[in-house]
């Protein structure tokens, strides 16, 4: 008992520190990252991350993004103002950055047999386009997902282009690898999908392979499907690039996978 009194009065003390340090009030501490070194003894932070553990925002970013916490619904409440901060100021842009460069460099290095038989793999949603103008009214992936709301969107066909995506999308066009769009948008956002990609700048992809209508199909069983068909129709994936791991994940993954940023929401 002793032991946790002394515990809560040291968590006081740096949460005191770290206000006057930073001029920060105690509350908006979890938004920043001043302690969490600090801090992370006292939190337990173990487990379920995020709910429990009273995890720092950028901790339970990182835990997001490594596929160690999976299966997640929304984003914690108090973590909104951090992950809005992260999408719209520069971070997300300078993450998205490193990936595309690294994509780039590996394209650049591989040994192509110009046969036009290479090809690319795409995701849609926060890989090709951005749905940042959605989520910005919705909490930023707090509030529950709505199919109805988000389909909606979805229909406008109006949403953006993610730069850096398109940046690779263009330099693997320029090294003769073909893309191929897969999403698990399904049948019916057909027309919007293809519209939207157009007037986002994408163009001359090879396929646009969305889910099937009506059939029950988990994201990983559906994309490596597909992928294995274009394995044996003779195309070979040298590149796989999403913002979730279902994206990723499932032989055949490609040649190389590569993980963009996406705090906002979890597709199992
Ligand atoms: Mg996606």
Redesign the pocket.
Known sequence: MAKKHLAAVVLAILLALAAGATGMRASEIDDGMPLIHMLRPLLHSGGDLGRRGRVPCDSWRFAVETNTLRDWDTVPARCEKYVGNYMLGGHYRSDSRAVANEAIAYAEGLNLTGQGKEVWVF?????TLSNLPYYAKHGFGVEPYNWSTFGAYVKEANAPVLPETQRLYKRLQALGIKPVIL??RREDKREATANNLAAAGYTGYLKLLLKPQNVKVSSIEFKSGERKKLQDAGYVIVGNI???WT?LLGEPEGGRTFK?P?PMYY?G
């Open positions: 995701d849609v949603d926060e890989t999403t698990g999403g913002d979730q994206d963009l996406d597709i």
